[in-house]
């Protein structure tokens, strides 16, 4: 039971690169969402998709791109890395509802370093 | 969607006692409730408990309990018995959906340190 699953765990890049950072789960979940977490602070939110086809900004879109490609996959993609976007990014996925049940399963994690 | 607060920059609790970490939220919405997650220095975030505002009771999870004060807008996280495997970073969350239109904001995190 794989869960949410993102990919790659560690990054280098350079000023001016790009990427992309994936994400799957397999909990049939309707929203996921994309966030980032600094040193020593919490997490903040980046982007996210309340279901199939629809994509949101949360706190902190500014230099990112989102994709939802289907109900499991939901990508992160920096089109111009700047070293400001150096941190930890976490993908999380839910059922959507506004109620107990709408309980965040996390990825492990993505560090990613922007030299 | 609601404010979340986290002040208490870093918490230290013995080993066996109970720690109180606190979480404010600010919001007229009714249908709040708020979610607790722990974050140990691996970096995983793990769901520990959901307080509901229609819930009866507070929430009780094994060594975890929320204490929801309605008229303060509290739910402070109760851990019981602390174990040294609890020392991690606390997080609170508002469970917003997209029908309520929410950031799913998170509060800014405690850190707990559990001495032996």
């Known amino acids: 039971n794989a869960g949410v699953t993102q990919t790659p765990k560690f990054q280098v890049l350079k000023t001016g690169q790009s990427m992309t950072l994936q994400c799957a789960q397999d909990m049939n979940h309707n929203s996921m969402y994309w966030y980032r977490q600094d040193p020593g602070m919490g997490l903040r939110l980046i982007y996210y998709?309340?279901?199939?086809?629809?994509?949101d900004k949360g706190e902190v879109p500014n230099g990112y791109n989102v994709s939802r490609l289907n109900k499991r996959e939901f990508s992160l993609r920096l089109e111009s890395a700047a070293p400001s976007q150096t941190s930890v990014y976490f993908c999380?996925?839910?059922?959507?509802?506004?109620?107990?049940?709408?309980?965040?399963?996390f990825g492990a994690g993505s560090r990613l370093t922007v030299l | 969607a609601q404010k979340i607060t986290q002040t208490q920059p870093g918490m230290f609790v013995q080993e066996k006692e109970a720690v109180t970490l606190d979480c404010t939220y600010d919001t007229s919405d009714p249908s709040y409730g708020l979610f607790w997650y722990k974050q140990p220095s691996s970096g995983e975030m793990i769901f520990l408990i959901y307080q509901g505002s229609y819930d009866q009771q507070n929430a009780t999870e094994g060594r975890y309990s929320l204490n929801f004060q309605k008229a303060r807008k509290s739910a402070n996280l109760v851990i019981s018995a602390s174990q040294l495997g609890d020392s991690a970073m606390y997080f609170c969350?508002?469970?917003?959906?997209?029908?309520?239109?929410?950031?799913?904001?998170f509060g800014k995190g405690i850190t707990l340190s559990v001495r032996p």
């Open positions: 998709s309340a279901s199939e086809g629809t994509t």
């Open positions: 999380a996925s839910s059922f959507g509802t506004r109620s107990g049940a709408n309980v965040l399963t």
């Open positions: 969350l508002d469970p917003g959906g997209p029908g309520a239109n929410s950031k799913l904001t």
